[in-house]
């Protein structure tokens, strides 16, 4: 069974510029959740999408964007991308409503100069 | 508001040493899932157990353990005759009821380094 698919794994944006990355679930998998790792400020909980809905939401800027598509994949994108916005950004999918067991892609770093 | 501490930010053992990462939360959930996570340097998070708040058994899976308290709100994890392997950073996570499905509350992480 294929994991949590994320591409792309790495990119340099300049601040200013957009960027979109996308993340494919470990099939059957209709949960898709997104997170920020930054050394200051760790994990952070972005966006959840459930069968196309925008389910849960973390506390960041509108700038930070996501959706999620009829084969639930998904996509973040984030648009005037700051300095800050360098991170690693990790998906990840779970099966089965309330399994909450998570399951993690490699991720994509992000570097914004 | 829930919130989880690793006070732990660093660990360095030699092998074969025991050693127990610590997690302590906060939340005012009655129901809620405490979760350990490790990350090797390829970034990736492993799943390495749940736990649900009803549930306080200890739980032993190999050289692995972990201890629920929830009269002290901890949750703590250790490894038995730590390997070189097992050097990763971990991560404790709690989740609130199922609906919250997708989102986790992450501690600051414990790096664990063993050395030969």
């Keep these: 069974k294929a994991g949590v698919t994320q591409t792309p794994r790495y990119l340099i944006k300049?601040?200013?510029?957009q960027v979109t990355l996308s993340c494919s679930p470990i099939s059957g998998h209709r949960s898709v959740s997104w997170y920020q790792q930054t050394p200051g400020q760790g994990l952070q909980f972005l966006?959840?999408?459930?069968?196309e809905t925008q389910?849960?939401?973390?506390n960041f800027p509108g700038r930070f964007s996501g959706r999620q598509f009829s084969n639930s994949r998904s996509e973040m994108n984030v648009s005037t991308l700051e300095l800050g916005d360098s991170a690693l950004y990790l998906c990840a999918s779970q099966?089965?409503?309330g399994a909450n067991v998570l399951?993690?892609?490699a991720g994509s770093r992000l570097t914004v100069l | 508001a829930q919130k989880v501490t690793q006070a732990q930010?660093?660990?360095?053992?030699?092998e074969k040493e025991d050693v127990t990462l610590d997690c302590v939360y906060e939340t005012r959930d009655t129901t809620y899932y405490l979760f350990w996570y490790k990350q090797p340097p390829s970034g990736e998070l492993v799943f390495l157990i749940r736990r649900n708040s009803f549930d306080e058994q200890n739980e032993i899976s190999g050289r692995y353990s972990w201890n629920f308290q929830k009269s002290t709100s901890s949750f703590n994890f250790t490894i038995t005759?730590?390997?070189?392997v097992d050097s990763a950073?971990?991560?404790?996570?709690?989740?609130?009821?199922y609906n919250q499905g997708g989102k986790l509350i992450f501690g600051q992480g414990t790096e664990l380094s063993v050395k030969p």
């Design chain 1, 55 to 58: 389910r849960n939401k973390g």
């Design chain 1, 47 to 51: 966006f959840e999408y459930f069968s």
């Design chain 1, 95 to 97: 099966g089965g409503r």
């Design chain 2, 89 to 97: 950073v971990y991560f404790c996570a709690l989740s609130g009821s």
């Design chain 1, 14 to 17: 300049t601040r200013g510029q």
């Design chain 2, 81 to 84: 005759a730590s390997q070189v």
């Design chain 2, 9 to 14: 930010t660093e660990i360095s053992v030699v």
């Design chain 1, 103 to 105: 399951t993690f892609g």
